[in-house]
């Protein structure tokens, strides 16, 4: 089991689909953020949800082990940076691993790879393929929490950015296949044919 917390961000607007693609049932699980929970907790001693409002989540109701992260109430924006602050706020670590909701095919060996590759030089160890990088796969360190603080005061929240002006390390990985992310209704569809 890896020891440093996985967020699952499960906060966005999922405008591209249509509807929110945190409930959307999964395999055999009710709903995605149901399936990336039971899953990533056979990986990491400890995984959080990161989201505007726990609420939504009915799986989660009567279940004290299931962890929230709920976004800062003054940070109104839809954005993985301001779910980045309020984790780092929450959690108090020197580290996290971040991962989408919508993606539910990045796997272990995955994991592995970006947790060895990673140094504490680094603000941020995230998977690269060659259709680009993948932002919410990866290790952010707490030296990050400043530069998203500037980012959310600058309403600009380009993980693409942040990334291009800290010391990133990019972990290349030469199969797109488990990088699918379930943006829009005939990508979830091809995730189900998957599963």
Same mark, same amino acid.
């Given at each position: 089991m890896i020891d440093i917390p996985c967020v699952i961000f499960a906060g966005g *607007?999922?405008?591209?689909?249509?509807? +929110?693609?945190?409930?959307?049932?999964?395999?055999?699980? %009710?709903? /995605?953020?149901? &399936?990336?929970?039971?899953?990533?907790?056979?990986?990491?001693?400890?995984?959080?949800?990161?989201?505007?409002?726990?609420? *939504?989540?009915?799986?989660?109701?009567? +279940?004290?082990?299931?962890?929230?992260?709920?976004?800062? %109430?003054? /940070?109104?924006? &839809?954005?993985?940076?301001?779910?980045?602050?309020?984790a780092f706020n929450y959690l108090q670590?020197?580290?996290?691993?971040?991962?989408?909701?919508?993606?539910?095919?990045?796997?272990?060996?995955?994991?592995?790879?970006?947790?060895?590759?990673?140094?504490?030089?680094?603000?941020?160890?995230?998977?690269?393929t060659v259709n680009g990088v993948q932002p919410l796969c990866g290790i952010y360190h707490s030296s990050l929490e400043i530069p998203f603080q500037e980012m959310q005061k600058t309403d600009n929240h380009k993980l693409g950015f942040l990334l291009k002006n800290s010391k990133t390390l990019y972990v290349d990985f030469t199969d797109e296949d488990p990088f699918l992310n379930l943006n829009h209704p005939h990508e979830y569809k091809t995730a189900l044919k998957r599963i």
């Amino acid at each position: 089991m890896i020891d440093i917390p996985c967020v699952i961000f499960a906060g966005g *607007k999922s405008s591209r689909m249509g509807e +929110d693609k945190a409930l959307l049932p999964f395999g055999s699980f %009710p709903t /995605l953020t149901e &399936y990336q929970y039971s899953r990533l907790s056979k990986i990491f001693t400890h995984v959080y949800i990161s989201c505007k409002e726990k609420n *939504k989540f009915d799986f989660a109701k009567n +279940d004290s082990t299931i962890h929230f992260i709920e976004d800062l %109430p003054s /940070l109104e924006t &839809y954005a993985p940076t301001i779910g980045f602050l309020s984790a780092f706020n929450y959690l108090q670590t020197s580290s996290l691993f971040a991962i989408s909701v919508d993606s539910p095919f990045i796997n272990k060996t995955i994991i592995k790879a970006i947790m060895d590759a990673d140094t504490k030089n680094n603000d941020a160890t995230v998977a690269k393929t060659v259709n680009g990088v993948q932002p919410l796969c990866g290790i952010y360190h707490s030296s990050l929490e400043i530069p998203f603080q500037e980012m959310q005061k600058t309403d600009n929240h380009k993980l693409g950015f942040l990334l291009k002006n800290s010391k990133t390390l990019y972990v290349d990985f030469t199969d797109e296949d488990p990088f699918l992310n379930l943006n829009h209704p005939h990508e979830y569809k091809t995730a189900l044919k998957r599963i």
